[in-house]
Nanobody, 127 residues
């Protein structure tokens, strides 16, 4: 089993920045990739970004590609999401997820690819 704990959420004004962290513990050697998803009120959970541990490949959804950066620290089993130029539409609960297998650009954006999930951290962007 792998446990994921997110932190770093909060309230920020439009144009501001936040850095989310996701610390993994347990059988972390079994993780192939880690990702961030988000879920706004009344909407489905959506993919934000993913990083593959072994290759360092990163992918982003189009709406955050220029503004967000995903990175990882293997030694700390932690993945980060640096979010800049935040907009009200970025308001959501942000979830960290880990997958035990590789995937394609498309499959890594799907919820069903991921085996472990954190509890989420709230990000609120005020206008």
């Amino acid at each position: 089993q792998v446990q994921l704990v997110e932190s770093g959420g909060g309230l920020v004004q439009t144009g501001g920045s936040l850095r989310l962290s996701c610390a993994a513990s347990g059988r972390t050697f079994s993780m192939y990739s880690m990702a961030w998803f988000r879920q706004a009120p009344g909407k489905e959970r959506e993919y934000v970004a993913v990083i593959a541990w072994s290759s360092g490949r990163t992918y982003y959804t189009d709406s955050v590609k220029v503004r967000f950066t995903i990175s990882g620290d293997n030694a700390k089993n932690t993945v980060y999401l640096q979010m800049n130029s935040l907009q009200p539409e970025d308001t959501a609960v942000y979830y960290c997820a880990a997958a035990k297998r590789d995937g394609t650009y498309y499959s890594l954006a799907e919820l069903k690819t991921y085996d472990y999930w954190g509890q989420g951290t709230q990000v609120t962007v005020s206008s």
